[in-house]
């Protein structure tokens, strides 16, 4: 799981990425179902590849100077905004609708968006820092 710090990573926590989001939060409260990206500019969160491009490459303002995300920082991310603060701004309601996601749900979004947002396929990609080590030994 995320964050978890397997065994063998010298309890380092692993890498959030997008799919960890869609598959935990997003769809236990069913994002996609009132966000699958119909009209011009809503979000699509149907797919990672949608729901990324909406969320993330999509570096239009939101809402307050932000865009939905900002790799790195999530408080200048109204992602963030709109699923963790009661009143994220610009007329929005906290989401999902009714039904607050909880705190630890929060922080995996929270984690992501510091983590760089990233994909899963962006992750493996990345070399991983405990061969090069295990290959100076």
């Given at each position: 799981t995320p964050g978890d710090g397997g065994a063998g990573d010298?309890?380092?926590?692993?890498?959030?990425t997008l799919e960890d989001v869609l598959d935990g939060p997003f769809a236990s409260y069913g994002c996609?179902?009132?966000?699958?990206?119909?009209?011009g500019?809503?979000?699509?969160l149907t797919s990672a590849?949608?729901?990324y491009a909406t969320l993330v490459t999509n570096k239009k303002v939101v809402c307050n100077g932000k865009p939905y995300?900002?790799?790195?920082?999530?408080?200048?991310?109204?992602?963030?905004?709109?699923?963790?603060?009661?009143?994220?701004?610009?007329?929005?309601d906290r989401m999902p609708l009714?039904?607050?996601m909880s705190d630890t749900e929060i922080k995996l979004v929270e984690d992501w968006i510091k983590g760089g947002a990233k994909r899963a396929s962006d992750v493996k990609s990345l070399p991983s820092l405990s061969t090069g080590?295990?290959?100076?030994?």
């Open positions: 010298g309890g380092a926590p692993a890498v959030v996609e179902g009132c966000h699958p990206g119909a009209g500019e809503a979000i699509d590849d949608m729901a995300v900002t790799p790195g920082d999530p408080t200048k991310s109204f992602l963030y905004d709109v699923l963790a603060k009661e009143d994220p701004g610009c007329n929005k009714g039904s607050p080590l295990d290959a100076g030994v």
